[in-house]
């Protein structure tokens, strides 16, 4: 069921919550482009981990209204904002792929409240000294991101034809899924996740490209904070073969984050972060 909180500047954020209600809190954050609808365990997991999941729409996507110029760092207040409505005073974060920058803020910038984060397949900040930031990088993904260092009209050019087709009709995400590299097509080969995948975008999308173009625009984009300054217990997981956030991304962020624990898993994509997400939400637990 999906309630609306209202952040401290007036905006509507959309929630969703599942699991045992009266279960350990823990925020998913959702990918890019994603809603609060997007990929997380059954109901049936959720409550043999005593877990209370929370999801919501980052601004701009789904039912969420917009905050043009977002930063990473700006997750922060918004999560408090719903946490507070929530009543709920502490509770650990884990973000998958898009959604992992935005994790860590919480973990720099919120370690009163974050207990522990978990950030899978994630990015590393631009500008990230000693990287390659688009090494082994798809070309699709080096596209968008090279459009959103140019700006928002750039960013917002490149993307909206797609949108409106994904608006238009939804299936038309089928051939890219089908498109995924071999180890991510293990994954995404269930019906089931399919269907998940297409109904997850499409709600993210439902009424304009503006989530993904900020989110695009607020990773290549100063952070608002830097990965030494986490200091709260971080999990770091990777699968050796992403090609949409490639693994010295997180070799990096292990690197100078003070209490990360990086995990790396061969033969596995970057959709292989869907099947531990159940072992993830145990270790935040």
Known sequence: MTTFVRSRDGRTLA?????????????????????????????????????????????GYGYSDRLFGRRVADAVNDISDVADALGISNFAVVGRSGGAPHALACGALLPDRTTRVAALVPLAPPGAEGLDWFEGMTSSNVTEFKAATRGHGAAL??????????????????????DLPEVDQHVVSNYGIRRMLVRNVAEALRSSPDGWVDDNLAFRSPWGFEPETISVPTLLWHGEEDVFSPLDHARWLSERIPDANLVVEAGVGHFGSLEVLPSVLTWLA
């Open 15 to 59: 929630v969703e919550e599942r699991g045992a209600p009266d279960g350990r809190p823990i925020f998913l954050l959702h990918g890019t482009p994603g809603s609060r609808l997007g990929p997380s365990p059954r109901a049936a997991v959720l409550w043999r981990l005593s877990v209370r999941l929370i999801t919501y729409d980052r601004p």
């Open 157 to 178: 050019e490149l993307l909206a034809p797609a949108v409106a087709e994904i608006q238009a009709d939804p299936m038309r995400m089928i051939p890219a899924i089908d």
